[in-house]
């Protein structure tokens, strides 16, 4: 028997193609947001938590201590004007943490790697290889994005 060439695909095959390949990169990009927000929202509440136990107990002792300058501060002057030094001191306190906070949440960019590679697949540009997150242990984490790729070659590359 002869083996028979196989004709060229035609334009309506390539577009099917290239839809059916669209429409699985795009199932994959949300499941990668799914996972990426579950791992987030994980680290997000513990966090949350510890953070929330960790200012409570700090608001209690700095009430205690902010008392005790106060009542120090009272025995050289007037209990009101010591109350008032110590109350003037912790609103300097709270504009400096508040203007550096605001900084910190300007900064935050929410599931970096799914819109980076959503933006790349949209747009066609290669989305950095370089892995962005690294790891508590110093040891770089490798970016789930970087996990689909296309291997076929294009038609250009297999032109020449």
């Given at each position: 028997?002869?083996?028979?060439d196989?004709?060229?695909?035609?334009?309506g095959?390539?577009?099917?193609?290239?839809?059916?390949d669209?429409?699985?990169?795009?199932r994959k990009?949300?499941e990668l947001?799914?996972?990426e927000?579950?791992?987030?929202?994980?680290?997000?509440?513990?966090a949350?938590?510890?953070?929330?136990?960790?200012?409570?107990a700090?608001l209690?002792a700095l009430?205690?201590l902010?008392?005790?300058?106060?009542?120090?501060?009272d025995?050289?002057?007037?209990t009101?004007?010591?109350?008032a030094?110590?109350g003037?001191?912790?609103?300097?306190i709270?504009a400096?943490?508040?203007?550096?906070?605001?900084g910190?949440?300007s900064?935050?960019?929410?599931?970096?790697?799914?819109?980076?590679?959503i933006?790349g697949?949209?747009t066609?540009?290669?989305?950095?290889?370089?892995?962005s997150?690294?790891d508590?242990?110093?040891?770089t984490?490798?970016?789930?994005?970087?996990q689909?790729?296309?291997?076929r070659?294009?038609?250009?590359?297999?032109a020449s």
């Open positions: 028997m002869s083996t028979v196989q004709p060229e695909a035609s334009l095959e390539l577009f099917g193609e290239l839809g059916s669209l429409s699985q990169l795009l990009e949300v947001a799914k996972v927000a579950r791992e987030e929202a994980r680290r997000l509440t513990k949350v938590t510890f953070g929330s136990i960790a200012g409570v700090v209690l009430v205690i902010s008392m005790a300058l106060a009542w120090w501060i025995e050289g002057l007037n009101a004007v010591a109350f030094i110590v003037a001191l912790w609103i300097v709270a400096v943490a508040a203007t550096i906070a605001r910190a949440l900064r935050i960019r929410p599931l970096p790697e799914t819109a980076d590679a933006k697949a949209v066609g540009e290669r989305v950095s290889d370089q892995p997150h690294i508590t242990t110093g040891a984490a490798i970016s789930p994005t970087h689909i790729s296309d291997t070659s294009t038609h250009k590359e297999t």
